[in-house]
């Protein structure tokens, strides 16, 4: 059986920034699930088999699925509906809305050796859905997304030793949690910015903020001395997902922006008063 890629989500923050996710990549795992995902389709009994946090729909207790989500470790499969503990069956009961797939979910925390039982569950035509894998497809458009830094500093003009400038990446400080629908589940995204200044002095200041503006005087740096100095900001962008109840899950490999300014500090003159 070969697998179908899952559909495209779409999601617009309330910054106006568009979020889409359409690429479903298999090998990027979220930091919960280090292993890489290893999701094939069989034509035999195993429908599906793969490793890493398994997503179950809702009709799966509660219980269940928080405890498969959240295996790293395990092997999962997805068998014919008839295929059980005590062998086969002559037919099963249950049945499915339109367009899905019934299958037998089952488990292994030993690679493999034992097998435990989930039961039946209704999947989209699409198959399985990893956490990695929606990790993986918001982690590169959410990337898209982000609001670009841009330095500013004031004063503007005639900066001066031992007097504080200003500065401000130009950026919000945050987002709006991203609520995105993927392969029938709900699926938000919360990012959460941090800031990582570097004066060109060797004077560095990570904040929480993306800045201020005068008087408030939380992100600003007196120079010592005239001279250019090139001020560059990283910002590092981290982000945790909900998929429907389960989680938070934290995604893998954070997102950094840099932007640089060259600012001139001039030569401070004493001047007599008569």
């Given at each position: ?8 989500a779409f999601a617009t923050t309330a910054a106006g920034a568009v979020i889409l996710a359409s690429s479903w990549a298999l ?55 008839c295929v059980t503990e005590g062998g086969s069956c002559d037919s099963v009961t249950r049945g499915c809305a339109a367009g ?175």
């Amino acid at each position: 059986m070969t697998r179908k890629p899952l559909l495209a989500a779409f999601a617009t923050t309330a910054a106006g920034a568009v979020i889409l996710a359409s690429s479903w990549a298999l090998s990027v795992a979220l930091a919960s699930s280090a292993q890489a995902v290893d999701v094939v389709g069989d034509d035999e009994a195993d429908r599906y088999v793969g490793s890493g946090g398994l997503v179950l729909p809702g009709t799966v207790p509660e219980q269940t699925r928080v405890r498969v989500a959240s295996c790293a470790d395990c092997r999962w499969k997805m068998t014919d509906p008839c295929v059980t503990e005590g062998g086969s069956c002559d037919s099963v009961t249950r049945g499915c809305a339109a367009g899905r797939q019934l299958l037998r979910a089952w488990i292994s925390r030993d690679a493999g050796r034992t097998w435990e039982e989930l039961g039946l569950v209704c999947l989209a035509p699409s198959g399985p859905v990893t956490v990695a894998e929606v990790g993986e497809a918001i982690h590169d458009d959410f990337e898209q997304g982000l609001p670009a830094s841009r330095i500013r500093y004031q004063p503007p003009r005639g900066v001066l030793p031992y007097l504080p400038v200003v500065f401000h990446s130009g950026q919000p400080a945050g987002i709006p949690p991203i609520d995105v629908e993927i392969a029938g589940f709900r699926v938000v995204v919360t990012p959460t910015p941090r800031w990582s200044w570097d004066f060109g002095d060797g004077s560095r200041l990570d904040v929480g903020i993306p800045g201020s503006t005068y008087p408030d005087m939380s992100v600003s740096h007196a120079y010592r001395s005239g001279g250019a100095r090139e001020v560059r900001v990283t910002t590092t962008w981290r982000a945790t997902v909900m998929i429907d109840d389960l989680g938070p899950f934290e995604v893998q490999g954070p997102v950094t922006q840099e932007s640089a300014a060259t600012i001139r500090v001039g030569q401070a003159r004493a001047v007599l008063v008569p």
